[in-house]
């Protein structure tokens, strides 16, 4: 069964500091990774997507990682800001069909001041 | 541009009630998904359309009827609502099928059945 697991569900931090999220997937066939960021009340953004062959992509502050021998990826956010405090989605989308995505249900941030 | 819109944003009714969910993009994408948000679950998809006349199913498609007479818009209903169906409710579009394409996400509507 396609499956995206995430770590931790929520998460809370001080301005500045940096954190790591986690993301395990067993979705096959791979296309590709994204991690989404989503405000409250809002739909889904996208921060980053990468295939099979990239390992690592920045969006800003943003890092994704991505290790397609272990299905792992993480999103590290650097120097964080208030307005990171969101839920941070990993979804994989399935290759072929109709552009399949397969989400995780997300690690809630909360970056205090 | 507008992009994706949903209406409403916030819409409760009754058990039993027919209620319809409206999605309208602008930028003429083929593909064009309905999702539902449940607390401690992900995205999950209800139904999805290739393009106009064009609908089927997807994970979670039971209670749910979906049209798509124009390629701009995507109604969502639900026939005979149940508490069950109590969520946030997401549209997106996509350009095509492929999975190498980006989903774009409307703001949501939060449905509320009581």
């Known amino acids: 069964k396609n499956q995206v697991e995430q770590s931790p569900q929520s998460l809370i931090i001080l301005e500045g500091k940096n954190c790591t999220l986690q993301?395990?997937?067993?979705?096959?066939?791979?296309?590709?990774l994204r991690w989404y960021k989503q405000d409250t009340g809002r739909g889904p953004v996208s921060l980053t997507i990468m295939t099979f062959s990239e390992n690592t992509k920045s969006n800003g502050r943003y890092t994704a990682t991505l290790d397609a021998d272990t299905k792992q990826s993480s999103l590290h956010i650097t120097a964080s800001q208030l307005s990171d405090s969101a839920s941070y989605i990993c979804?994989?989308?399935?290759?072929?069909?109709?552009?399949?995505?397969?989400f995780g249900a997300g690690t809630r941030l909360a970056v205090h001041p | 541009d507008a992009g994706i819109t949903q209406s409403p944003r916030y819409k409760i009714t009754e058990t039993g009630r027919q209620v319809t969910l409206m999605c309208h993009q602008t930028w003429s994408h083929s593909y064009m998904f309905w999702y539902r948000q449940d607390l401690g679950h992900g995205l999950r998809l209800i139904y999805y359309?290739?393009?106009?006349?064009?609908?089927d199913k997807g994970e979670v498609p039971d209670g749910y009827v979906v049209s798509r007479s124009k390629t701009e818009n995507f109604p969502l209903t639900l026939e005979s609502a149940t508490r069950s169906q109590t969520s946030v409710y997401f549209c997106a579009s996509s350009a095509t099928g492929s999975a190498s394409y980006e989903q774009y996400f409307g703001p949501g509507t939060r449905l509320t059945v009581t």
């Open positions: 993301c395990n997937y067993t979705v096959s066939p791979f296309s590709n």
């Open positions: 359309s290739a393009a106009a006349d064009i609908t």
């Open positions: 979804v994989v989308s399935a290759a072929g069909g109709y552009n399949k995505l397969i």
